[in-house]
């Protein structure tokens, strides 16, 4: 079946340096990304939608010039985390959706120092 | 109101049991109704879909959706050790996919 990939799969960065995940789906083709995360015990939480080609809708209280997301192909889409701080650790997951199919990420965890 | 909601638990049952997870949606125009399991540290995974009201099985697993009164429910009979995790609700409405906060399941030994 579809595959979706994330990388990388953790992360260890220091604070104020920027870090980029990428979520590729594999056999089908990604026209909406949707990126969450989740902090310890909680709940997923939405960030952004992202269409290829377009530029991602933020939700609100996220930064959108922190959370940079690309979305350029229809099959890959990135996140980068800018001037990362501990904060910002947590567990970022990506749902790529190309008509009926839709697959999550297996998820990246960042850990900033 | 949110648009999905769960009971979060904890859900305790023990092995061999049947437990019981609930999610109740608003948006009666909802077309389809998902299931993910959620291990700890680990990205959610599908494990039933259903469409159509009424109850679908999968091995140990039956989805119950009933849109009338704008419930679904998740039933796991023979409960597992491994069946511990935490369940998610998620509904989609047009193009919207709308996620419960998760109900944490403990199968106790």
């Known amino acids: 079946g579809a595959v979706v990939s994330q990388h990388p799969s953790w992360v260890i960065c220091k604070s104020g340096t920027s870090v980029k995940i990428e979520c590729r789906s594999l056999?089908?083709?990604?026209?909406?990304m949707f990126w969450y995360r989740q902090f310890p015990k909680q709940s997923l939480m939405l960030m952004a939608t992202s269409n290829e080609g377009s530029k991602a809708t933020y939700e609100q209280g996220v930064e959108k010039d922190k959370f940079l997301i690309n979305h350029a192909s229809l099959t890959l889409s990135t996140l980068t985390v800018t001037s990362a701080h501990p904060e910002d650790s947590s567990f970022y997951i990506c749902?790529?959706?190309?008509?009926?199919?839709?697959?999550f990420g297996p998820g990246t965890r960042l850990t900033v120092t | 109101q949110k648009e999905v909601e769960q009971n979060s638990g904890p859900l305790s049952v023990p092995e061999g049991a049947i437990a019981s997870l609930n999610c109740t949606y608003s948006d009666r125009g909802s077309q389809s109704f998902f299931w993910y399991r959620q291990y700890s540290g680990k990205s959610p995974e599908l494990i039933m879909s259903i469409y159509s009201n009424g109850d679908k099985e999968d091995g140990r697993f039956t989805a119950q959706l009933n849109k009338a009164s704008q419930y679904v429910s998740l039933l796991i009979r023979d409960s597992q050790p491994s069946d511990s995790a935490t369940y998610l609700c998620a509904v989609n409405t047009g193009n919207q996919f709308y996620f419960g906060t998760g109900t944490s399941l403990t199968v106790i030994p």
């Open positions: 749902r790529a959706q190309g008509g009926i199919e839709q697959y």
């Open positions: 056999d089908f083709q990604a026209t909406t």
